[in-house]
């Protein structure tokens, strides 16, 4: 019988359980003034936020500390922080305003404050930051490894290589986070500060990039969230540098200007705005992180190794056969590994030192079968090639119980790129978890209330059987389900504004209690469908994540966590249209001779494709599980418009010889219900038909069109796709 690390009585039951106190956030109606302002310190900015609660993430509750102004943070109430490094968020209700347009912002931002005297800031960037941070423990070493990893993907993935994303956004450095932070989110395919729908996804957006980091480059992690990043980072935002200049300068112009002023502040703010982006970005390949993969026999897929890895307190029979991998800002581990079908085989030519070693086991290169100590590698200036094979044989047998043993591996051009393996040393017959992943058989969860965009309190959707799951992987050795329910506890916590219900009783956390089924010592939990989730505060309709986390029984400390992205969506608008995503054919950038600048333009021929996906698309709901005819309602109202103020002498040349922004798309196109929307502005003269292609007068040397829906019933209610068309001149 084996030795169970810690014992509870058998419960046959669903627990619902308070993780400390219940997830919640404690609200206050306190009206800030001059006289209660006790420390004006650190800023908020996506652009400067005006009326945004800034809160501190206390005792797993979000207590308000302060408000801002102008973009700086006034700390009201930083006496009730006690424990630091602790997380920030900014602006989590919706409530905050650019400070320079007057424009609601709806994104919550988040940051990191070290201690007391720290001055904190939250941005964009910030925001992934605090997330790796939580991710991997909250503690000061946490904290200091996320502004690690942020800084290098600011410097080398987004290019802006001198750059510290961590300085004080204000003042003279305002123009380049402005700049740094609309590339990062352009890179990510976030829509812009205006667009409410994808503000409110921020933080669940940079919440997937921030797991997926966990295995992967920040450029895979992007490419996840954004379908149309298919090259390097910097390649990306190169191409989209017109409406990333865009972006940034709209949000700065001062509202209370007259049009025409503001269109000359526009054209200033872009010169510089152009200059930051033409003089501050590297296009250089560099290494950004090392990617460790597990090699067996008669095995050719991607397994990643951890790098923190438990093992038996004996000798090993078998040793440990693994590459190393050193990965570039221009890697993706996904594509690297067709999306883990095929091994790892790195393209970076960046080579690798061992800068430290144990001497609990023998480290031998390449791939013996029995530990060879004359060819022992050890730490040193020896440098190794992307890509070599190591084989690690332990000896733990006189290792202290709970003892650590590292190997380091460091590029030989940058020591900030590296990554240790640490062997922690367990008893023979110990139950140690490897690994969480979530293994649920949907993300959809359909609520009984609730329209298109929101869902009302007290709403509820009824877990199925297996939805939400869990399978939890030993280290070592084998185990029964009752030793390993003896063991260990998933827990499964709600998003913010939910909570698991059963019998009456409501919590943020549930924690499995049924002895959990097994396969190839593989175990599975989950939760019975006799549980609900309800809504415990007014909440969009969308994306969430599902945090998972496997418990030690003995302390309650974290030993293996994931997450699972779902989707939270009343019955009635399950078929509505989720996600609309507008591609130009033959490309997204149109370029005309500089010749013609300063005059009208006639455009090429292209096709506008808009494809629409409703939520069970979204949610990956099989189609023959799908409704016969799924979307509710396809759009009646398309139009195309200029992202430029009307001037009456530029955009879309009408009939009349007259300039609009915007162009009626409904006489283009080619069938009005259907997926993808077609909409031809081409010349069909040959073909019997009608010339269809545009006349333009460009307002710059490089502009950006959009595409935006809206129907019969309601056409002043306007919908932005995803996507863009670029109209520049040629280089």
């Known amino acids: 019988m084996r030795n169970i690390v810690c014992n509870i009585p058998l419960l046959l039951l669903m627990l619902l359980l308070v ?70 968020r900014a602006n989590a209700y919706g409530k905050g305003r650019n400070t320079k347009t007057g424009l609601l912002f709806k994104a919550e931002l988040r940051g990191i404050m070290m201690s007391r005297d720290d001055t904190a800031y939250l941005t964009p960037v910030t925001t992934l930051a605090a997330l790796l941070f939580q991710i991997d423990g909250s503690t000061t070493a946490a904290a200091c490894k996320a502004k690690r990893q942020v800084t290098s993907i600011v410097q080398k993935a987004l290019g802006f290589y001198s750059f510290d994303p961590f300085t004080n956004p204000l003042g003279d450095k305002l123009l380049k986070h402005e700049v ?71 949000l700065l112009f001062d509202k209370d200007k007259d049009p025409l002023e503001q269109e000359k502040e526009h054209i200033e703010l872009s010169q510089e705005m152009n200059k930051i982006m033409g003089n501050d970005i590297t296009r250089t390949e560099l290494a950004e992180c090392f990617v460790l993969t597990k090699l067996t026999d008669g095995c050719d897929s991607f397994t990643p190794l951890s790098t923190q890895i438990a093992l038996p307190q004996k000798t090993a029979t078998t040793p440990l056969h693994f590459r190393v991998s050193l990965l570039s800002n221009k890697n993706s581990v996904t594509e690297l590994t067709s999306n883990g079908t095929k091994g790892l085989v790195p393209t970076y030519s960046g080579r690798f030192k061992i800068s430290a070693t144990t001497s609990a086991g023998t480290l031998n ?80 969860f359909a609520f009984n209330e609730g329209s298109s965009f929101a869902i009302p309190i007290g709403a ?28 260990v506890m998933v827990q499964f916590s709600a998003p913010a504004g939910f ?62 966590r994931t997450s699972s992205t779902v989707y939270f969506v009343p019955q009635n608008a399950l078929g509505d249209i989720a996600s609309a995503v507008m591609t130009k054919h033959p490309s997204s950038v149109i370029t005309y001779d500089k010749e013609a600048a300063g005059s009208d333009v006639l455009l090429d021929s292209f096709i506008i494709s808009c494809e629409l996906k409703t939520w069970y698309d979204l949610a990956e709901v099989p189609k023959e599980e799908q409704p016969i005819s799924p979307i509710n309602q396809y759009p009646s109202i398309w139009k195309l418009r200029f992202d430029n103020i009307a001037t009456g002498n530029n955009g879309f040349k009408k009939a009349d010889g007259s300039y609009s922004t915007e162009l009626d798309l409904q006489p283009f196109a080619f069938s009005q219900a259907g997926t993808p929307m077609e909409f031809g502005l081409s010349d069909f003269s040959n073909e019997g038909g009608t010339d269809c292609r545009q006349t333009i007068s460009p307002f710059s040397t490089s502009d950006i069109i959009r595409l935006y829906y809206a129907f019969y019933e309601n056409p002043q209610k306007e919908y932005l796709t995803s996507g863009s068309i670029i109209v520049m001149e040629q280089p």
């Open 180 to 250: 740094l932070q609309q590339a990062f989110m352009v890179a990510l395919g976030l829509g812009e500060e205006t667009d409410n729908s994808s503000m409110l996804n921020f933080i669940t957006t940079l919440a997937t990039v921030a797991q997926t980091m966990q295995k992967d480059t920040f450029l895979g992690a992007a490419k996840k969230v954004n379908p149309k990043l298919n090259s390097s980072i910097v390649e990306y935002i190169t191409t989209q540098q017109a409406r990333i200049v865009q972006r940034a300068s709209a």
């Open 460 to 487: 509820t959707a009824t877990i199925t059987e297996g939805q939400l799951a869990a399978d939890v992987t030993p280290a070592f050795g084998t185990a029964t389900p009752e030793e390993v329910f003896d063991t």
């Open 19 to 88: 993780a400390g106190c219940d997830y919640k956030v404690k609200e206050t109606t306190k009206e800030y003034t001059s006289e209660n302002q006790d420390i004006v310190a650190g800023a908020v900015v996506a652009a400067p936020l005006d009326n945004a609660t800034v809160e501190a993430f206390i005792n797993n509750i979000w207590m308000p500390v302060g408000f801002t102004k102008n973009g700086n943070i006034h700390f009201t109430a930083i006496d009730e922080i006690k424990k630091y490094p602790v997380m920030l």
């Open 499 to 560: 909570a698991f219900r059963g019998e009456n009783t409501s919590r943020r956390t549930a924690i499995v209690a049924v002895i959990p089924t097994s396969t190839d010592n593989t175990f599975t939990f989950a939760l019975p469908s006799t549980i609900d989730i309800v809504a415990t505060a007014p909440s969009d309709v969308g994306k969430k994540i599902i945090e998972i986390e496997v418990l030690d029984q003995k302390n309650k400390k974290v030993v293996a």
């Open 365 to 444: 290169e390449g791939a013996p079968i029995s530990p060879n100590n004359d060819q022992r590698v050890t730490a040193g200036n020896k440098t190794y090639t992307n890509g070599t094979e190591f084989s690690f044989f332990p000896n733990f047998t006189t290792a202290a119980i709970d003892s650590k043993h590292i190997i380091t591996f460091t590029a030989a051009d940058d020591s900030s790129v590296a990554t240790t393996i640490t062997f922690i040393v367990k008893g023979q017959n110990d139950v140690v978890i490897e690994s969480v992943t979530s293994s649920g058989t949907s993300k959809l």
